[in-house]
């Protein structure tokens, strides 16, 4: 529907680790044509909130571009830090995305939540997995080959999480 219209709203990616939130969102703001930036609640703080409004002031000044302002682990800012986001959500400066492991009805104010989508995301499939791990033997670990069996083991390990699956196929790969 997004691209259907045009403009992607702002939204919440609210999923288990692994299922490809950052990866959804830098592909929404490749799909858009808009700049990306990315903060990370755990390492940032208003200052660096500060300093991402300002670069999308810029490039929305000098370049007439819009910007995806992706925030992961959003739940871990505070409310303060969260409200920060408000005034530049609603002037249509950002568009926001936010990842998030934890249920965001409990996580993420209100004020933030009423303003964006919430989307959740559900661990990947065996059936995925295999999908991904067949992909990443033949596209870049060419060579690589596993007992009878050994796929699916690696593919039961890494329990839904694209992450894990890849970290364990390039470990075993060393």
Do not use: C
Not at 42 to 59: P, T
Not at 83 to 101: K, Q, Y
């Amino acid at each position: 529907k997004a691209i259907e219209q045009g403009k992607v709203p702002s939204m919440i990616l609210w999923g288990p680790p692994g299922v490809g939130k950052t990866t959804l969102a830098r592909l929404t703001a490749q799909a858009f044509k808009a700049d990306f930036i990315a903060i990370s609640a755990v390492l940032s703080g208003v200052k660096e909130i500060r300093e991402a409004i300002e670069q999308a002031r810029l490039n929305q000044a000098q370049y007439n571009r819009d910007t995806i302002m992706f925030v992961d682990e959003v739940h871990r800012f505070n409310k303060s830090q969260q409200d920060a986001f408000l005034p530049h959500v609603e002037s249509g400066l950002i568009t926001f995305i936010g990842a998030t492991t934890e249920n965001p009805s409990f996580e993420v104010n209100g004020a933030l939540l009423s303003r964006a989508a919430v989307y959740v995301l559900k661990p990947l499939s065996e059936a995925e997995l295999g999908e991904l791990f067949d992909r990443a033997l033949a596209d870049a670990l060419k060579g690589l080959r596993f007992e009878p069996g050994a796929r699916d083991r690696l593919i039961a390990v890494a329990d839904g999480d694209a992450r894990r699956l890849l970290n364990v196929v390039e470990n075993v790969a060393v």
